[in-house]
């Protein structure tokens, strides 16, 4: 079974930037969330998607940061425009469903560097 | 809200030794779920072992079992005989009514 992939594994891009991030969760789960992870912190997260629709995103910096999954497949967080806080790991997780009794698995994560 | 801390941010352990990370976290909620994930460099999270609230019976995987105390709403885990491969981020991380919360993280080396 292939696991969560993400692209690209690494960007660096100046502040004021845009960038985006793509995921493609395991085949079958219709849950997927997006993470941002802060260096010497634990993943937060920032949006978590049902299908096609968004069930969270409290977390979400709505001014900069959206997100998509139209197909309820694939997924992509986008920022617009960058600032250095942004700095991070950005992990894409999914899971068969919601709830808190079924496990989430994660992809390799993109690391975004803001200059 | 719920908080997980992590107090050890770094911990080392001698090949074949067994290490404990601490973790303890805070939740008014009664049903929940409990879990170790490792990271290692190459980021991708992976899950290590669970525990959910309801069961007082400690979970085990293989080197790996919790000790997980409800009343003092802690959660260690035990790594035993430990290997090179072990070396890693390990993450504890809580979930109940809300989205995933995880601690802040140890960094565990293993030392040949």
């Known amino acids: 079974e292939a696991g969560v992939a993400q692209s690209p594994r690494y960007k660096i891009i100046e502040k004021r930037q845009s960038v985006a991030f793509w995921c493609n969760p395991i085949?079958?789960?219709?849950?997927l969330y997006w993470y941002q992870q802060i260096l010497g912190q634990g993943p937060k997260l920032l949006i978590q998607?049902?299908?096609?629709?968004?069930?969270?995103d409290s977390q979400l910096p709505k001014d900069r940061f959206s997100a998509e999954r139209l197909k309820g497949v694939d997924s992509t967080l986008k920022i617009q425009p960058a600032k250095l806080e942004d700095s991070a790991v950005y992990l894409c997780?999914?899971?068969?469903?919601?709830?808190?009794?079924?496990?989430?698995?994660f992809g390799p994560g993109t690391r975004l560097t803001v200059t | 809200a719920q908080t997980v801390t992590q107090s050890q941010p770094e911990m080392s352990v001698q090949e074949a030794e067994t290490v404990t990370l601490s973790c303890t976290y805070d939740t008014s909620e009664s049903d929940y779920y409990l879990f170790w994930y490792k990271q290692p460099p190459s980021r991708q999270m992976i899950l290590v072992i669970r525990?959910?609230?309801?069961?007082?019976q400690n979970a085990t995987e293989n080197r790996f079992s919790v000790n997980f105390q409800k009343a003092a709403k802690s959660f260690s885990l035990k790594i035993s005989d430990s290997q090179l491969g072990d070396a890693a981020m390990y993450f504890c991380?809580?979930?109940?009514?809300?989205?995933?919360?995880f601690g802040k993280g140890t960094r565990l080396s293993v030392i040949a």
């Open positions: 991380a809580y979930t109940g009514n809300t989205p995933l919360v």
């Open positions: 998607f049902q299908n096609n629709g968004v069930v969270d």
């Open positions: 085949s079958g789960h219709a849950t």
């Open positions: 997780a999914s899971s068969l469903t919601s709830g808190i009794s079924y496990e989430q698995y």
């Open positions: 525990q959910e609230a309801y069961k007082q």
